[in-house]
């Protein structure tokens, strides 16, 4: 039935955010100011700005990062350099599995770094409606000036709002079925943290070889 697909938005996202990064992180330089076992304060400078400074910290069984990408806390292994190490794989291009890194992250998981999609669940309305026309001559005008118009008062920029507008929705017998509709996708910051994470431990492993 639909033709939107998360996954395919999710990949989209990530590669325009890694290439974004890739060149913010030009020239970029780790500064380690501490480096005690699984005790380590790593901070990072990025020429492009003086705004764009982060710092990441370990100890035993956390990682924390914080600066310009927010500030997110994750939870895994004992040595969380050698946790995300291990997801990145090896080479000089390094993989992020965002899903997966989102599960660590203290407290909640993904529900922690997740943010409504406005624009996937207007994508999402707006098919249906079309979808629906044939049967229900009108229910695309009906839509758009129900919960599209600037005079609609209905609340489409917030996940409440719009769950709340969907629900009260009906027209010559239709209603929104919005079964395996998925109102969420990861927060921009938190992609980026996680490329951020990916080549700080690429650049600390290059300066701290790795013992095989």
């Known amino acids: 039935m639909t033709t939107i697909d998360p996954d395919a938005e999710l990949k989209a996202r990530i590669a325009e955010i890694k290439e974004r990064f890739a060149g913010e992180s030009v020239n970029g330089k780790v500064t380690v ?3 005690d076992g699984l005790y380590r304060h790593l901070e990072v400078d990025m020429p492009k ?7 990441v910290m370990t100890w035993p069984g956390a990682l924390a990062i914080t600066g310009h990408t927010g500030t997110h806390v994750f939870r895994r292994d004992d040595d969380m350099l050698g946790f995300f190490r291990t997801c990145m794989g090896s080479g000089t291009t390094w993989e992020v599995d965002t899903r997966y890194w989102a599960e660590k992250v203290q407290p909640h998981g993904e529900r922690d770094v997740e943010t409504y999609a406005e624009n996937r669940v207007r994508a999402y309305i707006k ?6 026309e044939a049967d229900h001559p009108g229910l695309v005008d009906e839509v758009e000036e129900e919960l599209f118009s600037r005079y609609s008062s209905a609340d489409l920029e917030t996940e409440a709002g719009a769950k709340a507008a969907l629900a009260a929705f009906e027209f010559d017998g239709f209603r929104f079925d919005t079964t395996g509709w998925e109102f969420t996708e990861y927060d921009y910051w ?3 943290t996680c490329q951020a994470i990916a080549w700080t431990v690429a650049q600390y492993d290059a300066r701290v070889p790795v013992a095989a």
């Open 33 to 35: 100011r501490w480096d």
């Open 49 to 55: 700005s003086t705004a764009y400074w982060f710092e």
């Open 127 to 132: 098919q249906a409606a079309e979808e629906g």
């Open 190 to 192: 938190f992609i980026y």
